[in-house]
């Protein structure tokens, strides 16, 4: 077993008086993609959010437990909230392009976290960033323009960049290609798949057959509580739990 | 599986498969018993049904397949589904294997008919034939009830056929070494015994795929197996 690169134990959250995740425990290996599955309002999303202190943000909310990323506590009074979400990235369902150029869009993480002096550098950082999300060929005429009049798959493809950017150690993405057509949508999982060999991926998605396609490890969460978590391959073929069973083949559980 | 698919049809889909395996289970034991009961009799005309009757086996074994890749392609079937339509297809490979075989007795049989008989030989593969038969008929209720328990029988039961396999095998060696004559009709006969023992196999090979389809692995090597037994040698495993 590698070390993991985050790990989650005894994850409780609140929004308020209920509670949304019930003692979540999970081990985020390094190179690899993990999937989240279950039904709406299952806690999946949640507990992605707090894997880099997104739920910060939200009133009322209150996270329980200890995360790590490589052994460093994220919840910790030292860790700057902002920092960590440039260590750990996220894409968004809808993709979400600043109002700027796809340049400025890009550039924009790198210059905050003072990763590039000179404007070369950024320039560099920007290409390698469009190159790794598969975009550059199709914009590198018009890095001027705004992002937001790209194609959604496009601009989806311009949010990974624009995470990217600031050299993450783990992507997390929430349905990042449930607003897509089946073209932008292979894109994306050959960009997943791709992106594994630097990153952790840790997506949330809807489709049995994307967390099927793209990831290695994957997590049932079930009424706030993980159920299962284990191989792809064997979560979809023997599952251990009836209630996984009962999700991922459709049935009324 | 105690719930139901939100997509009914897709149960109804799942239920079809499964009518057309058990359909198949049925013509199988059907056919290998008639064979073994034709070459007793030496009774040309149930051979001829016989020997006719395999077409009606490999057309179902080609719209139980046609219907799985319809499955797969269309609900890309998970977890105790997805074992559900591989085992089917296993089931059905194996199945149109028994029916060759069943097949090739009937077809030997009409040449046994023209030939010396060998004493108490007929008498002996029938009842081969009839343990083989049951057999079949239990992997597949094991198969249909999801039933391990009696698929690791079946499995266990196997070894029987294969002791009257190599029962049989010393018999006509004997018959062979008193009477020259009867050379022709034992090659016959001991293909015929050993064809009935591969039907066995394949009924093994069914309570497999039932154990894999109700645990989600198939079981390891435990069973008792006597190598010599298939050789016709029992106790002298190679």
Redesign the interface.
């Known amino acids: 077993m590698q070390t993991p690169k985050m790990t989650a134990s005894g994850v409780n959250v609140h929004y308020g008086s209920t509670q949304a995740l019930f003692n979540v425990s999970v081990d985020i290996a390094p190179a690899t993609v993990t999937a989240f599955i279950g039904p709406s309002g299952c806690g999946k999303s949640t507990f992605l959010r707090c894997l880099n202190r997104m739920n910060d943000t939200i009133a009322g909310c209150r996270v329980e437990g200890r995360i790590t990323l490589d052994g460093e506590d994220i919840y910790a009074p030292s860790v700057d909230p902002v920092q960590l979400r440039a260590q750990v990235g996220m894409v968004f369902q809808k993709p979400n392009p600043f109002p700027k150029s796809i340049y400025e869009n890009v550039a924009y993480g790198p210059r905050i976290h003072g990763m590039a002096r000179r404007r070369e550098d950024l320039d560099e950082i920007v290409e390698t960033s469009l190159r790794r999300a598969a975009l550059w060929g199709e914009v590198k005429d018009r890095l001027a323009t705004p992002g937001t009049g790209l194609s959604g798959g496009q601009q989806q493809r311009l949010c990974i960049a624009r995470a990217i950017a600031t050299a993450p150690e783990v992507l997390l993405m929430d349905e990042p290609a449930s607003a897509l057509d089946p073209i932008a949508t292979a894109q994306i999982e050959e960009l997943i798949d791709e992106l594994r060999a630097s990153f952790s991926v840790v997506i949330v998605t809807h489709s049995m057959q994307q967390a099927a396609r793209v990831s290695q490890k994957t997590a049932f969460f079930h009424l706030g509580s993980l159920v299962e978590f284990g191989e792809t391959g064997q979560i979809f073929t023997s599952p251990s739990d009836p209630r996984t069973e009962s999700y991922i083949t459709g049935r009324i559980g | 599986?105690t719930?139901?698919?939100?997509?009914a049809v897709?149960d109804r889909d799942l239920e079809r498969i499964q009518a057309l395996v058990m359909k198949m289970g049925g013509l199988a034991e059907a056919a290998l018993n008639d064979a073994a009961t034709a070459l007793e009799a030496r009774d040309g005309e149930l051979a001829e049904r016989v020997r006719a009757g395999d077409a009606a086996l490999d057309a179902l074994e080609e719209e139980i397949n046609a219907e799985c890749a319809k499955v797969i392609a269309l609900r890309?079937?998970?977890?105790?589904?997805?074992?559900t339509v591989l085992t089917v297809m296993k089931i059905a490979s194996a199945l149109e294997r028994c029916g060759d075989y069943a097949k090739n007795l009937a077809r030997r049989s009409l040449v046994l008919a023209e030939m010396p008989r060998v004493e108490g030989a007929a008498g002996s593969i029938r009842r081969m034939a009839r343990q083989v038969g049951l057999l079949l008929r239990d992997a597949l209720d094991a198969y249909a009830r999801r039933d391990a328990e009696l698929a690791r029988e079946v499995r266990a039961r196997d070894e029987e056929v294969d002791q009257m396999y190599g029962a049989l095998f010393r018999e006509f060696v004997t018959h062979m070494m008193a009477d020259p004559r009867l050379i022709s009709p034992c090659l016959h006969l001991h293909f015929i015994a050993k064809n009935i023992e591969r039907v066995g196999d394949h009924a093994t090979s069914i309570a497999e795929q039932v154990i894999y389809l109700v645990?989600?692995?198939l079981p390891g090597e435990e069973r008792p197996k006597d190598e010599g037994a298939t050789l016709g040698q029992p106790g002298r495993g190679l």
Do not use: Q
């Not at chain 2, 719930?3 to 997509?7: C, S």
């Not at chain 2, 890309?76 to 074992?83: E, F, K």
């Open positions: 599986m719930h139901e698919h939100i997509a897709f890309a079937p998970t977890a105790g589904d997805l074992r645990s989600g692995a």
